[in-house]
């Protein structure tokens, strides 16, 4: 739950950012809403910590922006299909076929019923060889374990500890991308990879099909978070720099694209101006 609260943390910072004043007491609060609620049910989620997060039309529209970008993974799927082998590794492929006719080849009738068992047998033994032979690496099994939940998990724990909420420039996802699958075990998945791949039994072959097919789904999910942490970080620190600029600017320099952010921040201004001005009174 640790890891929870960590990703909780960040986004209240990025509530911060995005002008919703969280205080550390109703950060205390929705940790505890997170506690109860749990991750499984998204919208159940979003409108709880709304709720505890967020205590006006504005900041519930800035906290609904926030949440869709900062909770944005998309399901990381358990289905067969994203774990299958790949076609040039696919169990089926002549290069791994088994010489499994040989002892079928012995006499007549007789022997065709001693093969057709003995191929039965070989057969069974084939498939338990496939049901015996699982991932070791770390990643391995977190990703054909099929348990997406923890794959986001990490995810998110891999970003905060490559500080994926400094990127500052587009070009900078791939640079993020690695370093994210790095930290969540990528080196221990090739080494198995690479080792299965070595030892080249058809349940090996398979089993690396499966993790390989594991990998590049990772690193599309991965790849999407990063883009979508990019949006999320550098709109705001943006949108902070901009309006900076244009408090120090003259009006006669400003362009016409400039007037909407001008009203926004006038807006921003007013409001703390009355805000202190009633506390006065």
């Given at each position: 739950m640790?890891?929870?609260h960590d ?23 929705a940790m505890e ?8 049910n998204r ?19 800035a ?15 358990s ?5 299958e ?17 040989a002892p079928?080849?012995?006499?007549g009738?007789g ?28 990643l ?6 099929g348990?997406?939940m923890?794959?986001m ?25 690695r370093?994210?699958?790095e930290?969540?075990?990528?080196k221990?998945?090739?080494d ?8 080249g039994g058809?349940?090996?072959?398979h089993?690396?099909?499966q ?13 999407d ?8 970080h550098?709109?705001e ?13 003259k ?5 016409k694209r400039n ?5 926004e ?7 703390k101006?009355?805000?202190i ?5």
């Open positions: 640790t890891e929870l990703t909780l943390v960040e986004f209240v910072q990025v509530l911060r950012t995005a002008d919703v004043k969280v205080s550390p007491a109703e950060t205390l609060d809403t997170l506690d109860i609620i749990g991750i499984e919208v159940l989620l979003k409108n709880s910590l709304s709720m505890v997060l967020s205590k006006n039309p504005e900041e519930k529209e906290f609904n922006t926030s949440f869709d970008r900062f909770f944005s993974f998309n399901k990381f799927s289905e067969n299909n994203a774990m082998p790949d076609e040039d590794t696919h169990q089926d492929d002549g290069e791994f076929d088994p010489e499994s006719d079928n080849q012995q006499s009738q022997g065709q019923g001693g093969g057709q068992g003995g191929g039965g047998g070989a057969e069974a033994s084939g498939e338990l060889d496939f049901e015996q032979l699982e991932a070791q690496s770390e391995g099994k977190l990703l054909l374990s348990d997406r923890e794959v998990i990490k995810m998110a724990e891999a970003g905060r500890q490559v500080e994926v909420n400094q990127i500052v420039v587009f070009t900078q996802k791939g640079l993020y991308t370093k994210i699958m930290a969540m075990g990528l221990g998945l090739q198995e990879v690479g080792e299965l791949q070595e030892e058809r349940p090996q072959m089993l690396a099909g993790l390989k097919g594991a990998r590049d789904h990772l690193r599309e999910q991965v790849r978070y990063v883009e979508k942490q990019f949006f999320l550098a709109d620190s943006g949108k902070q720099l901009r309006e900076e600029l244009l408090k120090k600017v009006l006669s320099n400003l362009e007037f909407k952010d001008v009203q921040i006038v807006f921003k201004m007013a409001k101006l009355v805000s001005h009633s506390k006065r009174r």
